[in-house]
């Protein structure tokens, strides 16, 4: 792990607090964020993209294009790894 990985770490409760301030983790679905990763797989040339967030326990994929998922444990996920 790097200095700027740790740096970021530092206020993880602080982040997860946004993210529920935010009620991002389990919104309805929206169609800007469909719009958007739909977009980001185009110009960047990919079969897929995702916007995902995790709350530390699951991560969370609030939008998709060619990815299949409503959650995963935290453990098993790149997040957990990064």
Known sequence: MNDE???IRRDE???QAVLT???????????AFD????LA????YTASAAIVFDDG???WIRASHNLE???HAYAT??????
């Open 57 to 59: 326990k699951r991560q």
């Open 77 to 82: 996920t790149l997040c957990a790894r990064a």
């Open 69 to 71: 998922s409503d959650g």
């Open 35 to 38: 719009d958007l990763v739909s």
């Open 41 to 44: 797989a185009e110009l960047c």
């Open 13 to 15: 409760s602080g982040r």
């Open 5 to 7: 990985n740790r740096t």
């Open 21 to 31: 301030d935010y009620r991002m983790l389990d919104a309805p679905d929206a169609a």
